[in-house]
Each structure stands twice: as structure tokens, then as C-alpha cells.
């Protein structure tokens, strides 16, 4: 769980207009406007030109999501995350696997990026282990014993 703080230090160390800073800033968009699940994230489709068969309605503002079991539900998101979502969208549509129904793309044109032990965590270079890492709390000191004097 990251705080406000965190999350704008993460999106931050996400600006610009590479392939994998657009889809890292886009996925934590989604994760700070919706609270999906990382699995729910992962299974996130999107077809360019059958509506559909996507997930996303940028228009609309929302995102079918499959939960457990497959069910499906419909997430809202703001204008902002519409917004860094056509932004990836774009860089998306120049990527060697656009064509895979896949929403998240890997860098140096792999594959789609999987969802819990996979590789979809890897933001801006860093693994999610690391970012829990960076961004945890330090851990509290050890309580002292303090002495009392009995009479």
C-alpha cells in the first residue's frame, strides 16, 4: 500500500514520452483512480478497432474488469486517467505486439506483461519488491527498557 506521497513520487519517476514511461504512468493511473486488483490489471484487453472485444472505453471513462471467477464488473476513471491512458494507447500502437489483445506491453517489444509473478510490476526499471522496499516505512527503533526503581 502506498501513500499519496509515494504514488506521486512513482508517477514522477514515470514522466516522459518513452514506450514504458507512458505505460508506467498509465498503470499507476489506473491503480490510484480504480484500486483494482494486480491481476484484475493484468487481464485488462484492448482491441483498437473491435470495441467489443476492449475493456476500455476511453469515451465513457470506464473499464470492464474480470474479478474472480470471471465475473465482470465496470470501473469508472477520471478525465486524467482516460488522458495517460490514450497517451500509452498511442505509444502502444507502434510496439511490435499491438496486434496481442493484451493491454500492458512489455519494453524492447516483448510480449504482454503478466500479472502476479510476472514481470507486470516492473515500473520504470524497478521491480515491485524494490518499490515496496524504497517507499516502506523505516522500521521503529526497539523500545528501551527503562529502569524504574522500586521502594
Known amino acids: 500500500m502506498f501513500t499519496g506521497v509515494e504514488l506521486s513520487k512513482l508517477e514522477r519517476a514515470c514522466?516522459?514520452?518513452?514506450?514504458?514511461q507512458r505505460r508506467d504512468a498509465a498503470v499507476i493511473s489506473v491503480f490510484r483512480a480504480t484500486g483494482i486488483r494486480l491481476s484484475e490489471l493484468a487481464g485488462i484487453r484492448y482491441h483498437a478497432d473491435d470495441t467489443e472485444r476492449s475493456d476500455l472505453d476511453l469515451w465513457q471513462r470506464e473499464i470492464t474488469i474480470r474479478g474472480?471467477?470471471?465475473?465482470?464488473?465496470?470501473?469508472?476513471i477520471d478525465y486524467q486517467t482516460a488522458r495517460t491512458l490514450d497517451r500509452?494507447?498511442?505509444?502502444?500502437?507502434?510496439?511490435?505486439?499491438a496486434w496481442r489483445?493484451?493491454?500492458w506491453l512489455g519494453v524492447n517489444n516483448r510480449g504482454p506483461m503478466t500479472a502476479p509473478g510476472g514481470d507486470l510490476?516492473?515500473?520504470?526499471?524497478?521491480?515491485s519488491p524494490q518499490m515496496c522496499a524504497v517507499t516502506a516505512p523505516a522500521p521503529a527503533a526497539p523500545a528501551l527498557a527503562v529502569p524504574t526503581t522500586a521502594s
Do not use: D
Request: glycine share 8%.
Open 68 to 76: 474472480k471467477n470471471g465475473k465482470a464488473r465496470i470501473v469508472k
Open 88 to 97: 500509452y494507447i498511442r505509444a502502444r500502437a507502434r510496439h511490435a505486439q
Open 101 to 103: 489483445p493484451q493491454l
Open 121 to 127: 510490476m516492473e515500473l520504470n526499471g524497478w521491480t
Open 15 to 20: 514522466q516522459g514520452r518513452s514506450f514504458a
